[in-house]
């Protein structure tokens, strides 16, 4: 089984769901900011891919300037404590799968992540081949 936590919003998040589909992966997707986060969720998502909330936290398009979480000093504490009180702030999409769990970013990332390939070609939205017709990846 793969769960995406996903931002229907983002354009990585949408190639990433799209990667996993043409995979023939049926995945779970939890859209986080509708449901939140929850302090053991986050803390065992990132265990599980090697992140601290810092290396996680979504800097550009997100109140994380105006929280003064980019100031130095501020602690993975209070990270993890402002991405609970707002979901925007977790960068995005986490993926778990039996592989593993990774953010993926950029959204080839997922395909370590993928029991099969999918067929090429395949494109991302902004049109950047990442599997060609032979099926191999490119890059």
Partial sequence: MIVIH????CGTS????????????????IDYLKE???RPQLLGLFAAAGLTPRAALRESKSPAKELGLLEPGISDEAI???????????NRPL?????????????????DLLESL???PLYKEDGEMIIDEKGQRIG
């Fill in 14 to 29: 949408r190639n990433v769901l799209a990667i996993i589909k043409a995979s023939g992966a049926e995945p779970v997707v």
């Fill in 95 to 111: 993926v778990c799968s039996p592989k593993g769990v990774r953010l993926c970013r950029p959204s080839e990332a997922v395909l």
């Fill in 118 to 120: 999918p067929p090429g």
């Fill in 80 to 90: 993890l404590a402002a991405m609970l009180e707002h979901p925007i702030l977790v």
């Fill in 36 to 38: 939140g986060w929850t």
């Fill in 6 to 9: 996903h931002n229907p919003d």
